[in-house]
């Protein structure tokens, strides 16, 4: 029983033509398959870089000041309406809200932000939401973009089991914590800024004496 009957084809010359169009047809297909493939990876490089800036914005020492001012505000009960503390609430929420604007025009991966930089955000949402409530009776849109970040994260967070630390008690249970982590995150950042300058060397005990006897004539 023959499966493919393969009386009169031609593979060359006349009547070749099926096989000659079926055989591009097949190299146009590998090569669209090989140029998604290749967008898909570029796509995904891009992202990640995009969190690895992300990352690295969101842990310097420039943020980590401003975090450690609202926290501090926020711990001894000042009002946050006003001043160094206002200020910081601002800056904080306006790195997330551009996540946001990230997020929502396809630049960068939901889960990718919840399980890199942004587990933290609805706790954070939750500390400054006070401040933008009071800011939303001369602006209805102020932390809009926040809170949607934050209520997306929460729901991939606590579909994945874990718990996102916003609730009152969560959040003076840890602010202290939060408080240390950014004085050690900024600590650290001088520290690399720190140059040494070495002083010259004292002379080696030991030296031989006509040595010694040079180096006092000088």
């Known amino acids: 029983m023959k499966f ?128 933008f409530q009071r800011q939303r009776e001369s602006d209805p849109a102020a932390g809009f973009d926040l809170e949607w970040l934050s209520s997306r994260i929460a729901a991939i967070v606590r579909k994945a089991g874990s718990t996102t630390a916003d609730d009152p008690d969560s959040i003076k249970r840890l602010l202290d914590q939060r408080i240390y982590g950014n004085r050690e995150r900024i600590r650290v950042e001088q520290a690399l800024r720190t140059v040494i300058v070495a002083s010259p060397d004292a002379v080696p005990v030991g030296r031989p004496a006509t040595q010694q006897a040079a180096v006092a004539e000088n």
């Not at 146009?28 to 990876?41: E, G, H, S």
């Not at 969190?51 to 505000?73: I, T």
């Not at 809200?97 to 399980?115: C, F, Q």
């Open 4 to 131: 493919i009957n393969t009386d009169g084809m031609a593979f060359i010359g006349p009547g070749s033509e099926w096989f000659w169009t079926a055989l591009s047809g097949i190299i146009l297909a590998i090569t669209f398959i090989a140029i998604y493939r290749q967008l898909r990876l570029q796509r995904s490089a891009n992202a990640i870089e995009q969190l690895n800036s992300l990352s690295r914005e969101w842990g310097s020492e420039r943020l980590a000041r401003h975090r450690l001012a609202f926290l501090v505000a926020l711990r001894d009960g000042a009002e946050v309406t006003a001043g160094a503390p206002a200020l910081s609430a601002y800056v904080v929420a306006e790195f997330w809200e551009r996540t946001a604007l990230l997020l929502r025009r396809g630049h960068l991966d939901i889960d990718l932000v919840a399980n890199g930089v942004g587990g933290d955000v609805p706790a954070w949402w939750a500390m400054l939401q006070p401040f």
